[in-house]
């Protein structure tokens, strides 16, 4: 029986390699079904160990989906098969860029270019593409040799626009395009990534329009619609961005690693309960990936299921690797256990967050939060400060740094936090209030009169209603009592009459302006 499943084994994969080559595997790869671009990879390696090329191609498919650690057993399986096949090397190169370790990579690549010799051009194209969004210069380098050896490659001048593209020369890159079309105008690719460069130039009509142009070459392209989707994610129009997202993911391999990409789409998108739902069937076929708790877990928060945010984020810190715990996952951290009543604890992970990001600013919006509510009101201030100095500032956040500088008793800082607040917003009602009392803090006796502007503009915003009776209460009692005193202190006592009166109307009880009223 054994030996019957080993022979039947056996046939399969000498059919599966009869009737797939390299190319199809790489033509998979092109349209993103990963699944089985390494299938056939696999088919071919079982069919012919010692052809290296192969394992190459294998480990880049792991390289594409983060999978390190297989990618570089494929690599090293490559140099085992053919030690003097030059690109294995080349796949350790890009590992060592992705760990930061430019120097070994070099290495590596060089002796790649030693093994391949000078005229491969091949060789020198794969390093080129693994240098073009870590370093330009050797991106160009490598490619401009390659070019030398074949100038009537589409592949080529399409990677040289790639470079281009990551370093937002847009122009040089659409140059670069079409030359590729120039030689074969049957390119989807191209017309893909001319679009990214208008998406890149916020010119979104000439984007889609390219990207329709792709479509229209091939309409089982499957990265033109995840384009498409980006594209639409970034003006905001979330249905139809998830729409073309959910074609990308039906047209592709449908596999564990695009369905995640589909589940971080839709939390993206804003759509976290269909995020969740994603997730919790993926976690069924496979509940190892550190990514779907981090998925998980910030889906929760938004959605406010802080007690399983707060498992699932936990989760993540335990199984993740520690070079792959991200900045937002301190954030998030922090912020649901806030939310879980841990403020110390989610304060010293807001602030690991912000040491680790310093891009990311809604953790400063978070860290003055925290700190406001414990009643700290000088580190407050200065989480908010960190988002106004950026220009990133809220109107919220604005409110909240005057405050905390009003509680911390800094009051021209705060009345210049209010001011800025006001030119802003300038029918935002609480920031005159706040400069009003400010200001009552530098004038104690009301004689200058310095508060009543800013308890003028309040009560021009906001009006009392007797069908809600408690909504502004306590504010409207305090401009008009002001505005009362102010007027009695001015001896115009028709006008001070007029505003306890108001006083009286609003609070009935209120034992000062019944003793007021009686004196004028």
């Given at each position: 029986m054994k030996r019957l499943f080993n022979l039947f084994t056996l046939l399969i994969i000498g059919s599966s390699a009869f009737a797939q080559t390299a190319t199809d595997g790489m033509q998979a790869v092109q349209v993103e079904k990963y699944a089985k671009a390494k299938s056939i990879f696999q088919s071919l390696i079982s069919a012919k160990p010692t052809d290296a090329p192969n394992y190459y191609f294998l480990g880049d498919i792991y390289l594409k989906n983060d999978d390190d650690d297989s990618a570089k057993i494929a690599f090293d399986k490559g140099i085992a098969a053919n030690s003097l096949h030059p690109y294995s090397y080349i796949g350790l190169g890009k590992i060592d860029l992705?760990?930061?370790?430019?120097?070994?990579?070099?290495?590596?690549?060089?002796?790649?270019?030693?093994?391949?010799?000078?005229?491969?051009?091949?060789?020198?194209?794969?390093?080129?593409?693994?240098?073009?969004?870590?370093?330009?210069?050797?991106?160009?380098?490598?490619?401009?040799?390659?070019?030398?050896?074949?100038?009537?490659?589409?592949?080529?001048?399409?990677?040289?626009?790639?470079?281009?593209?990551?370093?937002?020369?847009?122009?040089?890159?659409?140059?670069?395009?079409?030359?590729?079309?120039?030689?074969?105008k049957n390119l989807p690719k191209v017309n893909l990534r001319i679009g990214q460069v208008y998406k890149r130039a916020l010119n979104y009509q000439a984007s889609q329009e390219s990207i329709d142009k792709a479509i229209a070459l091939d309409p089982n392209y499957a990265p033109a619609y995840r384009e498409l989707g980006e594209l639409w994610y970034s003006q905001g129009k979330y249905d139809k961005a998830i729409e073309n997202y959910k074609k990308y993911v039906d047209m592709t391999d449908n596999s564990f690693d695009t369905r995640s990409r589909y589940a971080s789409f839709l939390f993206l998108t804003k759509d976290y309960k269909s995020a969740v739902s994603e997730i919790n069937q993926l976690m069924q076929k496979d509940s190892s990936k550190y990514v779907l708790y981090r998925l998980l877990a910030y889906s929760a928060y938004e959605t406010e299921e802080y007690p399983s945010g707060l498992m699932a984020i936990n989760k993540l810190f335990t199984i993740a690797p520690s070079n792959k715990i991200i900045g937002s996952d301190y954030e998030y951290l922090g912020k649901l256990q806030i939310k879980s009543g841990q403020d110390s604890l989610g304060i010293q992970n807001l602030e690991k967050a912000v040491a680790q990001d310093t891009t990311n600013l809604d953790s400063y919006s978070e860290l003055g939060s925290a700190y406001y509510k414990m009643k700290n009101f000088s580190k407050s201030a200065a989480s908010y400060q960190k988002k106004i100095d950026n220009k990133k500032a809220t109107t919220i956040d604005y409110f909240y740094y005057g405050?905390?500088?009003?509680?911390?008793?800094?009051?021209?800082?705060?009345?210049?936090?209010?001011?800025?607040?006001?030119?802003?917003?300038?029918?935002?009602?609480?920031?005159?209030?706040?400069?009003?009392?400010?200001?009552?803090?530098?004038?104690?006796?009301?004689?200058?009169?310095?508060?009543?502007?800013?308890?003028?503009?309040?009560?021009?915003?906001?009006?009392?209603?007797?069908?809600?009776?408690?909504?502004?209460?306590?504010?409207?009692?305090?401009?008009?009592?002001?505005?009362?005193?102010?007027?009695?202190?001015q001896k115009d006592n028709a006008k001070a009459r007029t505003f306890w009166q108001k006083v009286k109307d609003i609070d009935p009880a209120n034992k000062q302006a019944t003793e007021v009223l009686k004196q004028l």
């Open positions: 992705k760990k930061g370790d430019d120097a070994v990579a070099k290495l590596n690549f060089e002796k790649a270019v030693t093994l391949g010799g000078a005229k491969d051009f091949y060789t020198l194209l794969y390093i080129g593409e693994a240098y073009s969004k870590k370093n330009s210069e050797q991106a160009l380098l490598y490619l401009n040799r390659a070019l030398k050896l074949n100038a009537k490659s589409p592949e080529l001048y399409t990677a040289i626009g790639d470079v281009y593209l990551e370093k937002n020369m847009g122009s040089e890159a659409i140059l670069n395009y079409d030359k590729a079309f120039a030689i074969n405050r905390s500088l009003y509680l911390n008793q800094e009051f021209e800082k705060s009345d210049s936090a209010f001011a800025t607040l006001n030119r802003v917003q300038p029918n935002f009602p609480t920031a005159y209030l706040y400069r009003a009392r400010i200001n009552s803090k530098m004038d104690m006796d009301s004689k200058k009169g310095l508060s009543k502007p800013f308890y003028e503009k309040f009560l021009e915003l906001v009006n009392y209603d007797p069908a809600t009776p408690t909504k502004n209460k306590n504010e409207l009692v305090e401009a008009n009592s002001y505005m009362g005193y102010y007027y009695f202190l």
